[in-house]
């Protein structure tokens, strides 16, 4: 914006002059080298009214340039990005940081009261120590569970994209790759996300990103305490390759002592008993789903009981540490339960139905002609040579054996080196 030497003094000194912008990470970009341009008093603030000093970069390869829509005082005032006008704490638009934190911020909008109001707090700013925010907000309480559950972690790098190419939408783009825009479809229309507005969402009113965001806490997920009272454990997932049991206990000690910390590193997971149930109780109600250590959202679920795990490994044939294990060969499956007791009752130890005949096989009835019927399994011709001429004995096959008596392959008579000390003696 043009200046003129004949310009009124008192309004040229509330111009803005900055050196750097206000901006979040995502704002910024991934790339710690970018170019800025400076541009003094370039433009008026879409709030306030008054020059700034605008600054406009590209956050990385294949994104859109991006520049400064408000000026730093308004920025301070909602401690919020000049450029996104998202909440630099949490990440989230002005009006889900208001609900969550029960507070009531009323701007002016008349520009009279509007410079009135805007010559206070920048009064107000100028004898902080610039730390922490200004006004309604900087006497708001602590952070709500809420905000902890929304809050973004991590830069959101996709809002940096370019716009879609409206040629491309008529089909009369002939840029090709070229094409600075996007060459995607549009979403609809008529979703309320197409539709939003910059004082909108600086005055915290009719925000449709916010509108979706209330709706989704709303519907989040809790977690119930288990109803075994015997459950101390709570189980910690998404540890990555960084996080140590240390940092675990300097976040858990505060809710109360602490019996054990395993970490699976395998898994990524780790595993902390307390105490007490009121300790754990206490540790999941407070961390669920506001976990953050370096940066890492870390999923908190309670464990569940030794009985439990045992009844689903016996299930599933998997081991402590997550591996599935093979059934052994020639091992006997488990015993059906003795039957009940009763002198009335014949005793049914095969557990057949009431209607059920038992199948008989009759083991005198010769093969028809020409039909060479296997041996059974253990009484076939032996697979070596006898030294002594003394045949051992064959075992029984396996359906006549004791029920307790658990055959091995080492176990097998037939085997040469069960029969070494007596070739030796002999």
Known sequence: MATSLGANTYNRQNWEDSDFPILCQTCLGENPYIRMTKEKYGKECKICARPFTVFR????????????????TCSKMKNVCQTCLLDLEYGLPIQVRDTGLSIKDDVPKSDVNKEYYTQNMEREIANSDGTRPVGALGKAPGASDMLLKLARTTP??????????????KGECRRGEECPYRHEKPTDPDDPLADQNIKDRYYG??????????????????????????ITTLYIGGLGDTITDSELRNHFYQFGEIRTITVVQRQQCAFIQFATRQAAEMAAEKSFNKLI???????VKWGRSQAARGREREKDGVT??????EPVPGLPGALPPPPVSDDDTPANYFNLGPNSAPAVINLGIPPPPGVVMPPPPGFGPPMYHSMDGIVPPMPPP???RPPGQ???????????????GRHGVS
């Open 398 to 400: 396996m359906g006549m």
């Open 205 to 230: 009113i009719n925000d449709p990103v916010a509108g979706k965001l209330l709706k989704r806490a709303s519907t989040m997920p809790r977690l119930d305490p288990p109803e075994d009272k015997t």
């Open 320 to 325: 402590e540490s997550g591996m599935r294990l």
């Open 406 to 420: 658990v055959h091995y392959p080492s176990q097998d008579p037939q085997r040469m080196g069960a029969h070494a």
């Open 57 to 72: 970069w590209c956050p990385g390869v294949r994104m859109r340039f991006k520049k400064t829509e408000v000026c730093q």
């Open 293 to 299: 250590i370096h940066g890492r959202r870390l999923n």
């Open 156 to 169: 959101y790098y996709k809002r940096n994209r370019p716009h879609i190419c409206s040629f491309w939408v």
